[in-house]
């Protein structure tokens, strides 16, 4: 008689070699084993399947943000502008945009080429399927953006289910690049005022609030706030800068501008002394000082450019 022994990954019986004569009779005995069903391989490849298209939004946004105002420029200094603003040339544009961030960070976590390929073709293909109905007049330049939008990422899904037990592409990364990997954060703050240093100006008093009440909806989300003197802490730099958006908005002109740049540039020093996790995730500590440094700088650009 055969044992028979099954592997939950597979569910596949695999014969094995009939046991040994012994002494014992109770060793000669058959002991069949079944299979035990298990959701954690599932549930763990959906998770791995909404973090990777995670990753992908946040490249396409990265992209975006880093490549819209340099069409800008070009547009601007080759004269072109006008041709770039066009509907259909300006979702193509973003189309590309896109596909360059996501390419980029596909890349980097050892995708293969014609995986990004295929994720590449569903940027294009929705926004290239619509252009037929845009240029028969049935569909607005609205309709155009946001159903290739929309059409994306049923597009996008589909890729990724198709290529999710595909194994990654070996890579070599160098040291420099796993270096800025790991600060992504301030990377991401940075690429969010690329576009504010093209045009620089000052934000609106009103601004200032979200400083103090993002650590606190962050540490209420995390149940943070419970530690000794953590939630006083918190409360005593929401009054501080409540007063301080106040002031500003009562003081008005340049007297404000120059209160709201400090106001934003004060907060780095509160991100930095949180930023050991106790309140809010590293990352976000991080990635907070690095935005609130940037756009600090922004302002104060703006204010020294123009005119009292």
Do not use: K
Request: glycine residues 8%.
């Amino acid at each position: 008689m055969e044992n028979t022994r099954m592997y939950a990954d597979s569910v596949t019986a695999v014969p094995s070699r009939a046991p040994l004569p012994t002494s014992d009779p109770a060793s000669s005995a058959p002991t069949p084993t079944t299979a035990v069903p298990t959701t954690a391989a599932p549930a763990s490849s959906r998770r791995r399947l909404l973090w990777h298209l995670g990753e992908m939004a946040l490249a396409m946004v990265a992209g975006m943000l880093l490549l819209g105002p340099l069409w800008e420029l070009a547009g601007a200094a080759l004269g072109v502008g006008d041709t770039l603003a066009r509907p259909e040339v300006a979702a193509l544009v973003m189309a590309t945009n896109m596909t360059v961030g996501m390419t980029v960070g596909m890349r980097y976590r050892a995708h293969r080429w014609h995986v990004v390929g295929e994720m590449g073709a569903a940027m294009y293909v929705p926004f290239l399927l619509l252009l037929v109905p845009f240029r028969a007049g049935l569909i607005d330049a609205d309709a155009l953006l946001l159903g290739g939008h929309l059409l994306m990422i049923p597009a996008m899904v589909l890729v990724a289910v198709r290529h999710r037990h595909e194994a990654s592409a070996p890579v070599r990364r160098h040291r420099v690049v796993v270096a800025l990997a790991h600060r992504w954060p301030a990377g991401l703050a940075l690429l969010m005022t690329v576009d504010m240093w093209v045009d620089p100006s000052v934000l609106s008093p009103w601004t200032m609030l979200v400083l103090p009440g993002g650590y606190l909806v962050i540490g209420m989300a995390r149940r943070t706030l419970g530690g000794r003197g953590v939630l006083a802490t918190q409360l005593a730099g929401l009054a501080v800068w409540v007063a301080l958006t106040l002031v500003a908005v009562l003081a008005g002109g340049r007297t404000a501008d120059w209160l709201v740049a400090f106001g934003w540039l004060a907060h780095a020093g509160w991100d930095l002394a949180h930023h050991r996790g106790r309140v809010v995730p590293r990352g976000y500590a991080e990635f907070c000082v690095v935005l609130d440094v940037a756009l600090a700088a922004v302002m104060v650009l703006a204010i020294l450019t123009t005119d009292a």
